[in-house]
């Protein structure tokens, strides 16, 4: 069964980084494409951002590139998303994603597999 895992949230300042982490456990090998998602209160989800089995093709959100990384260790069977400069509307629950197939890296309804979320938190 796989599991997937977030950590790394809190409350933090405007203009401070954080980095997430997500754990997957499992069968993970089967993993084409990880990804981080996140919704605020009283939004729609929203893409972050997605990295590939092998770690060479990332994908951003079009306004977070910059400021988010989004990196995996695959011998970890983890996923990481760090995130600099950050802002008051970067306040949100951030969820990691997995799927085993292709398809479009940003819809969240085409990933087989989530986290709980992890609250983060940016004050002004």
């Known amino acids: 069964q796989v599991q997937l895992v977030e950590f790394g949230g809190g409350l933090v300042q405007t203009g401070d980084s954080l980095r997430l982490s997500c754990a997957a456990s499992?069968?993970?090998?089967?993993?084409?494409?990880m990804g981080w998602f996140r919704q605020a209160p009283g939004k729609e989800r929203e893409f972050v951002a997605a990295i590939t089995r092998s770690g060479s093709t990332t994908y951003y959100a079009d306004s977070l590139k910059g400021r988010f990384t989004i990196s995996r260790e695959n011998f970890k069977n983890t996923v990481y998303l760090q995130m600099i400069s950050l802002k008051p509307e970067d306040t949100a629950v951030y969820y990691c994603a997995a799927r085993n197939s292709g398809g479009s890296y940003s819809t969240g309804n085409d990933y087989d597999y989530w986290g709980q979320g992890t609250q983060v938190t940016v004050s002004s």
């Open positions: 499992g069968r993970t090998s089967s993993f084409y494409v």
